[in-house]
C-alpha cells in the first residue's frame, strides 16, 4: 500500500526562534477543561460498556456539552451558592443494539458527577450542580460509515489533525506549572488553591512574562493580609519551577485583576469560575497536547469526546503529535517538526488524503533523514487502530 505522504522543507520560523511567543494553559478546573475532560470520560466509560457488552466500541461521539455557571455570595472565610451550576451533555450515542439497551444516560450522569467531584475538591456536587443528559442515538449515515472496515475503520468526516515537535522552554513551563499548581502534593500542601488556574505565557526575545490566574478558596483565606500572602507564595513557587526547566529571565505575576486595597480579589467558594457566572464550552480550552499555541499549527477540532474509533477530529490529532515526537527522538537532526493528516469521509483512516510533514533539520541533513521521517510516518499510519486503545484507557491525553 502506497499512502499520500509528502515530506518538505520546512519554510517557517520555528516558535523558539521568533522574537514573541505565546502560550496558553487552561487548569483543569476552569470550565472549558472541566467539561472537556467530563465529556471525555464519558467517551471512554461508554467505550468500555460497549466492550464488556459487544466485544467492540459503538458508535458515538459526546463532543457536544455546556456548562452554564452558577452564582455564589463569598467573602473571606467561605461563601455559599444562590444559584447552581447548569451541566448539558450533548451528543450522539448508541443506546440499542443486538437487541440490548445500553443505558446511556445512566452512564453519562453518574460518570460526569463522578468526574467533577475529582476535578473541583471543594465542589459539593450533589447539592449545587445540576447535570441535564440530552445525548441522544446518532444520525443513520454517520453510524453506517461506522460500521464499515472490519479491520481498518473508515473516517466519519473530513477534517484534519496536526501536531508539532519539540515543545520549547516557554510551551514546558507553561504547562509545568499549571501541572505543579494542581497536583495532589500541592493541594495537599496549599489547601487553598482552587483547582481553576490558567497561565498565559510570553516570550519576548529571552524574557519569559508568566501570568497566572488562581481560584482562591474563600474557607481558607480569611483577611486580605492573608490573601497577599497566598499570592506571594503562588508567585515565587511558579517562579522555581520554572527555573528548573529554563535559564531565561523570568517575571511572573499573579491575579493582576486584584484591587487590595478595596479587598475585591479572586477568592471563591469552590475553587472555579463555573459558580460564579463563568461559562465552559467542549473545544475552547487546551489542543491534544495540553497547550492554546498560536504561533504553532493548530486545528479547531474539539477532541474530547470523540468516538476514538474513525473520529479523526480526535485520531488524526493525537496521532500527529505522537507522530512528531517520535520523529524528534528517533531522528536526532531534526530541529522542529509539523504533521498534518487530512482524512476524507468514507475512507480507511490509515490511508488519509494527505500526510503533510514539514521539517527544520539542525545540519541541512535534509535527503539523509527524509527517508526515516517517511518510514516513521508510513508505519504510524499501518499501526493506527492501536490509537484507539490508548484514548480509551487514558494513556494519551486529549486537552
Do not use: W
Not at 150 to 155: E, S, V, W
Not at 334 to 339: K, L, Q, S
Amino acid at each position: 500500500m502506497t499512502r499520500n505522504i509528502i515530506i518538505e522543507k520546512g519554510s517557517y520560523i520555528p516558535a523558539p526562534k521568533r522574537e514573541v511567543e505565546l502560550v496558553e494553559r487552561k487548569g483543569l478546573g476552569h470550565p472549558d477543561s472541566i467539561i472537556d475532560g467530563m465529556m471525555e470520560e464519558i467517551s471512554r466509560e461508554l467505550s468500555k460498556e460497549y466492550i464488556n457488552q459487544f466485544g467492540r466500541i459503538l458508535h458515538h461521539n459526546v463532543d457536544k456539552g455546556q456548562i452554564c455557571g452558577g452564582a455564589t455570595e463569598v467573602n473571606f472565610g467561605g461563601g455559599i451558592f444562590k444559584k447552581p451550576i447548569y451541566i448539558l451533555l450533548s451528543g450522539r450515542a448508541t443506546d440499542k443494539a443486538e437487541g440490548k439497551e445500553i443505558p446511556v444516560q445512566h452512564i453519562a450522569i453518574k460518570t460526569a458527577r463522578e468526574y467533577l467531584k475529582k476535578a473541583v475538591r471543594n465542589l459539593d456536587v450533589d447539592s449545587d450542580v445540576e447535570i441535564e443528559s440530552r445525548i441522544a442515538p446518532g444520525s443513520a449515515d454517520l453510524v453506517d460509515v461506522f460500521l464499515r472496515g472490519p479491520r481498518i475503520p473508515f473516517a466519519n468526516d473530513t477534517s484534519f489533525g496536526t501536531g508539532y515537535a519539540p515543545l520549547d522552554d516557554l510551551e514546558n513551563v507553561t504547562l509545568a506549572i499549571e501541572m505543579h499548581l494542581n497536583s495532589d502534593p500541592y493541594k495537599t500542601a496549599h489547601p487553598e488553591v482552587g483547582e481553576d488556574i490558567k497561565i498565559m505565557g510570553l516570550r519576548e526575545g529571552n524574557k519569559l512574562r508568566i501570568s497566572v490566574a488562581v481560584a482562591f478558596i474563600a474557607k481558607f483565606v480569611h483577611n486580605i493580609e492573608e490573601y497577599i500572602g497566598f499570592k506571594e507564595r503562588i508567585r515565587k513557587d511558579t517562579e522555581d519551577a520554572a527555573k528548573k526547566i529554563t535559564t531565561k529571565e523570568i517575571t511572573v505575576l499573579v491575579n493582576t485583576a486584584d484591587d487590595e486595597k478595596n479587598e475585591s480579589v479572586y477568592i471563591t467558594a469552590t475553587g472555579t469560575s463555573a459558580e460564579m457566572g463563568d461559562d465552559g464550552s467542549v473545544g475552547r480550552g487546551n489542543r491534544v497536547n495540553g497547550l492554546i499555541t498560536p504561533y504553532r499549527s493548530m486545528t479547531l477540532e474539539a477532541a474530547a469526546g470523540k468516538n476514538p474509533v474513525n473520529h479523526v477530529g480526535k485520531i488524526y490529532n493525537v496521532l500527529s503529535f505522537e507522530i512528531a515526537r517520535q520523529v524528534v527522538q528517533e531522528v536526532p537532526d531534526v530541529e522542529d517538526i509539523t504533521v498534518t493528516l487530512l482524512s476524507q469521509i468514507g475512507k480507511p483512516i490509515d490511508q488519509p488524503k494527505v500526510a503533510s510533514v514539514e521539517i527544520i533539520t539542525k545540519d541541512g541533513h535534509y535527503d539523509v533523514i527524509k527517508s526515516k521521517v517517511h518510514y516513521i510516518v508510513d508505519k504510524n499510519l499501518e499501526n493506527i487502530t492501536e490509537a484507539t486503545n490508548k484514548i480509551v484507557f487514558g494513556k494519551v491525553n486529549v486537552f
